[in-house]
C-alpha cells in the first residue's frame, strides 16, 4: 500500500463513526466502532508505509522525541475532520499508532446518558470528583461535559492539565488555560505545582498517574479548589484503596483524613453495546462524599462502601448492578450483557 494518505484515513474513520483507528503492520487500517475492531477493505499495511504514514504527521520535535524514548502521545487537529489523541509505538520494530477520535462537540451530561447527579458535582465549589474506568470508557468525554457546565455557568478561571488535550474549550462565562504534558509543561506533577499559583477556581487533572500528582491533587481540593481528575479503577472502593495505597505506610492514615475532607464523588464508567446494534449506552457507579461515607474512609472501612452505595440513592448513589438492570428493564442492552458486566451476579439476579 504505497503512498497511505493518513488523512483520507481519518476522514474514513470519522465518517464511520469509529472510536479508534489502529495503524499495524502486516494488517489493513483497523476502526473500533461501538467498541468491536474492523478491518476496513484497505489494503494491509507493510512496515514501511505504516512508518511513512505515522511520520508524515510529526513534526522535528515529535520525532526525535519519539525516536529518543521509543513512546510518544500527542493530540492532532485536523481542519474540518476533527482532533485526535495519538499514540505512537514499536512493536516488534515496526512502527504503530492508535488514534482516538475526539468529537468537535462537547456533549451535555443529559446528551450522555448520565444521571442528573454528575451535573450536581460540577456544580461543588471545592473538594475533589473523580471519573473512573478502563481506557476508552468516556472518562474525558464525561469531564469535558463537567467543565462546560463550570464555563457556561459560572465566572471562575478554570486550569486543565492533560496528556494530550482531547476537547478543547472555548472561553464561555469563565476563562479556561488548557496545558498539554510534552509540549506546554513538563509533567503533571510540575502544571499542578504552579497551577496552585496561577490563582485558579477548578482544577482539572487528564490522569492521577504518581504519587506526587495524587498528593498535589489532593492537596488542592483540601485549600479550595474543585479539582477533576481521572483513574483506571473498576468501582468506587477500589478507587479509594488505590489513592490510600499508593502513599507509603507512614503516610496512609494522614491521607485517609484528608480525602475524608475533600471527596465529593466518584464517577465510574463503562460503555456498552446497544440491544440494537446502534451504537453504545454508559452504565456508571456513582458514589457521594456523604457523612457515611467520609466517616468509613477516615475509619478505614471502605469494604463496607459498596453497602452505603446501594442504600444511599436519595443522595444520588447507585450501583453498578443496579444500573445495569435499569438499562436492561429500559431495552438498552441485552441479558447477556448485563450479567457479563454485573459485578456480583448473585446480587444482580436477585435484582
Not at 169 to 192: P, Y
Not at 225 to 249: E, G, K, M, N, Y
Amino acid at each position: 500500500m504505497a503512498n497511505v494518505d493518513i488523512k483520507e484515513l481519518l476522514q474514513y474513520a470519522v465518517d464511520k463513526d469509529a472510536s479508534d483507528l489502529h495503524l499495524t503492520e502486516g494488517l489493513p487500517p483497523t476502526l473500533r466502532i461501538d467498541g468491536l475492531l474492523q478491518h476496513t477493505t484497505y489494503p494491509v499495511l507493510t512496515r514501511d508505509d505504516s512508518k511513512k504514514a505515522i511520520y508524515s504527521i510529526l513534526n522535528d520535535e515529535q520525532k526525535i522525541r519519539f525516536e529518543t524514548e521509543l513512546e510518544l502521545d500527542m493530540s492532532l487537529y485536523i481542519p474540518d475532520i476533527s482532533r485526535f489523541r495519538v499514540n505512537v509505538h514499536i512493536q516488534r520494530g515496526s512502527v504503530e499508532a492508535a488514534f482516538r477520535i475526539i468529537p468537535s462537540k462537547i456533549k451535555t451530561i443529559k446528551d450522555l446518558g448520565l444521571p442528573p447527579i454528575v451535573a450536581d458535582l460540577a456544580r461543588r465549589p471545592n473538594g475533589l470528583v473523580l471519573a473512573t474506568g478502563p481506557t476508552g470508557m468516556g472518562k474525558s468525554t464525561t469531564l469535558a461535559a463537567m467543565v462546560d457546565i463550570i464555563n457556561s455557568e459560572r465566572r471562575d478561571l478554570i486550569i486543565s492539565v492533560e496528556d494530550p488535550i482531547e476537547y478543547v474549550h472555548k472561553n464561555k462565562g469563565s476563562i479556561i488555560k488548557q496545558r498539554e504534558v510534552g509540549s506546554d509543561t513538563k509533567s503533571f506533577a510540575s502544571a499542578l505545582k504552579h497551577a496552585l499559583r496561577q490563582d485558579p477556581n477548578v482544577i482539572l487533572v487528564g490522569e492521577m498517574r504518581d504519587l506526587e500528582t495524587i498528593s498535589t491533587v489532593i492537596t488542592a481540593a483540601e485549600t479550595g479548589h474543585l479539582v477533576l481528575s481521572t483513574l483506571h479503577t473498576p468501582d468506587a472502593p477500589q478507587t479509594i484503596d488505590r489513592l490510600i495505597d499508593i502513599f507509603p505506610p507512614y503516610q496512609q492514615k494522614q491521607i485517609m483524613i484528608q480525602l475524608a475532607g475533600c471527596l465529593q464523588g466518584v464517577i465510574c464508567q463503562q460503555l456498552l453495546p446497544k440491544k440494537d446494534g446502534n451504537g453504545r449506552v454508559v452504565a456508571c457507579e456513582i458514589m457521594t462524599g456523604t457523612s457515611a461515607v467520609r466517616s468509613l474512609i477516615r475509619e478505614q472501612k471502605t469494604e463496607q462502601l459498596a453497602t452505603v452505595i446501594q442504600t444511599s440513592a436519595k443522595h444520588g448513589m447507585i450501583t453498578m448492578d443496579k444500573t445495569l438492570k435499569k438499562l436492561y428493564d429500559e431495552g438498552l442492552i441485552t441479558e447477556d450483557v448485563a450479567q457479563f458486566r454485573a459485578k456480583n451476579k448473585g446480587e444482580f439476579n436477585n435484582l
